[in-house]
Structure formats: structure tokens, C-alpha cells
């Protein structure tokens, strides 16, 4: 997020570019067939000309991800209709929505609403919980404190009959503490995995 693929002068685009290039055969190397590309925070879309930049890199590199078999995941802040035209500029079974619970309930955004959006495009699911700010901040918060409805995130994803893994992206607790912290968000999370 630190160095977006946007919003940068050319030069830097192009190293970016390639920086991605020499990523995806690494990524198949290691056993990974998806890589999340972050346009959130500092790296989020926020122009129409950029979603055209963004559009012709992934159009660029698209090849090289199908010859690898590795996905290319958009992680993005966009509304659900925005996200859902952005979406339909770039029709490649290989690129894909990596959907955050924490940054959309941080955003404002019903899980529901998005899935019916644009939830055959989801190729990966991060599970998190946010506070809602008014000025569109946002902290990671322990799951169930922030802003996530976590019965609509649920009910989202099964509407779509995902059937990927969940990354626990939870806050980080108390450090030394971790491993016991981490089995409160599992235990937290049980309920909501259950089915009927």
C-alpha cells in the first residue's frame, strides 16, 4: 500500500509493474495461486482515470498470472456499484475480489449489499472488525467490538456458496498473549461458521 500502482510518475509505475512481473512465478514457486494486490488507504482508487491505469497493468500482466495460475485479487475501498463497474472494465477469470469485513463495515458498507454486487467476482475472504469513523479512519478492533455485522457477513458469503478460506486478520491483543487472544477470535467466529 505504501508503494500503489497508481499516482506515481512513470518510472515508478513501470518498476511496480515489473516488482509484480517477478512476483507471480515466485508465488506459484512457493505454492501460492492468488496474490492480493492492496488498492485501500494510501493506494485507494479514487479517480476514473485511474482505474484506467489500473486496468491496462492488470490487462499487461494478466498472461504471465494464467500461464502461472495464480490469481490476481483486487482489495479496494469502492461502494458496491463503483466496485462493480470497476469490475466489469477487467472481465478476466484471473482477476479477482479479495473482500475485507473490516475495511466495508469500517466504510459503512453492508456485506449483503456488496455480495449482490459483485460476490461472483470474490476469490478470497478477509475476516475482520472495525470501528465505523465518520471521516472514513478506521482502527481494527478484537471481533464483535466494531462496526461488522457479522450475521450479514455470514449470510453474504454463504449467498454465494463460497467455499475459499477465511484469513483472520483480528486485532493483534495484548503481545505475549497472542495465542490465547487468537482462540477468543476463533471461538468468537464458531456460531457464524456453523451450518444449519
Known amino acids: 500500500m505504501e508503494?500503489?500502482?497508481?499516482?506515481?510518475?512513470?518510472?515508478?509505475?513501470?518498476?511496480?509493474e515489473n516488482h509484480l512481473r517477478l512476483l507471480i512465478p515466485i508465488a506459484r514457486q512457493i505454492g501460492a495461486w492468488r496474490i492480493v494486490i492492496p488498492f485501500v488507504d494510501n493506494s485507494r482508487l479514487a479517480t476514473e482515470k485511474e482505474w484506467e491505469e489500473v486496468v491496462a497493468i492488470l490487462?499487461?500482466?494478466?498472461?504471465?498470472?494464467d500461464e502461472h495460475q495464480v490469481e490476481l485479487h483486487l482489495e479496494a475501498d469502492l461502494d458496491p456499484e463503483s466496485f462493480k463497474r470497476f469490475l466489469e472494465l477487467i472481465p478476466l477469470p484471473s482477476v479477482k475480489v479479495n473482500w475485507d469485513s473490516g475495511n466495508?463495515?469500517?466504510l459503512g458498507y453492508v456485506a449483503t449489499r456488496e455480495f449482490a454486487a459483485y460476490g461472483g467476482r470474490i476469490g478470497s475472504i478477509h475476516i475482520k472488525d472495525r470501528y465505523r469513523k465518520p471521516e472514513g479512519g478506521v482502527e481494527t478492533r478484537p471481533l464483535g467490538t466494531g462496526s461488522a455485522d457479522f450475521n450479514d457477513v455470514f449470510r453474504a458469503i454463504?449467498?454465494?456458496?463460497?467455499?475459499?478460506?477465511?484469513?483472520?486478520?483480528?486485532?493483534?491483543?495484548?503481545?505475549g498473549d497472542e495465542v490465547d487472544f487468537l482462540r477468543t477470535q476463533i471461538e468468537f467466529l464458531k456460531p457464524f461458521c456453523e451450518v444449519d
Open 3 to 16: 508503494f500503489p500502482l497508481i499516482r506515481c510518475t512513470v518510472e515508478e509505475r513501470k518498476r511496480r
Open 59 to 65: 490487462e499487461r500482466v494478466v498472461s504471465m498470472a
Open 104 to 106: 466495508s463495515s469500517g
Open 158 to 175: 454463504r449467498s454465494i456458496e463460497y467455499s475459499g478460506g477465511l484469513t483472520l486478520q483480528a486485532a493483534r491483543g495484548v503481545s
